[in-house]
């Protein structure tokens, strides 16, 4: 009974990120696929770590989709496309990717702003199991400009957040004054951007958890 327990709490990351990955419900979205430009298929969808498109149609059939095989997707009200050159974090190590990965498009205009989620071991238990869920911004001046990863501390700012925002807002004061006052912090890079994208005041989000985080 004693092994049986010991097995149990070694394997105990593996289930979950079993769960994590064969578990995701599917949700009503549409996509675009590479292969026909100009239709749009309505159909349940799931994304698997940003690097698989799962979709069911209205009899079942479930098909597997690429980055490279899909130019854009919907779920819901959120938007995703492809991007690809940007680092990930693994552990304790950061590694520039030349896959292409589905990302979260946020916010479009002079600026895009991007967000990569997946899951990366942390490398704990004898066997490597367990990991964590990584959120990544990215932003961009063009679909043809280079990728620039957005960093933060674990307060959510910090000098490098800082420095990497700043040549992004260089036609407006107003954001740089925040931004370096250190209003701005991670969570309202959202708002941010689609301040600077549609030339409004930046209006930070409304606290939607119990305890006023955003």
Not at 40 to 58: F, P, Q, Y
Request: one cysteine or more.
């Amino acid at each position: 009974m004693r092994l049986f327990y010991l097995i149990i709490c070694l394997l105990l990351p593996q289930f979950a990120f079993a769960q994590i990955f064969g578990f995701i419900p599917f949700e009503s979205g549409s996509y675009v696929a590479a292969s026909s430009p100009t239709t749009r298929v309505e159909a349940g969808l799931k994304l698997r770590n940003g690097e698989l498109l799962i979709a069911k149609d209205g009899k079942g059939k479930k098909s597997e989709f690429s980055p490279q095989q899909i130019i854009s997707f919907r779920v819901g009200d959120r938007k995703y496309t492809t991007a690809t050159g940007f680092e990930t974090r693994n552990g304790l190590f950061s590694a520039s990717t030349t896959r292409v990965k589905f990302v979260e498009l946020l916010d479009s205009g002079q600026v895009i702003l991007m967000r990569y989620t997946y899951y990366a071991s942390n490398g704990s238990g004898p066997y490597g199991g367990g990991g964590t869920q990584v959120e990544e911004y990215l932003l961009r001046r063009s679909i043809q400009s280079a990728i620039t990863p957005i960093e933060a501390n674990w307060l959510g700012g910090g000098k490098h957040f800082m420095e990497t925002l700043l040549p992004y807002l260089s036609a407006r004061p107003d954001l740089i004054k925040a931004l370096v006052a250190k209003e701005i912090v991670v969570d309202d890079l959202a708002p941010l951007i689609h301040a600077l994208n549609t030339n409004q005041p930046f209006v930070r989000p409304k606290p939607t958890g119990p305890f006023g985080v955003h």
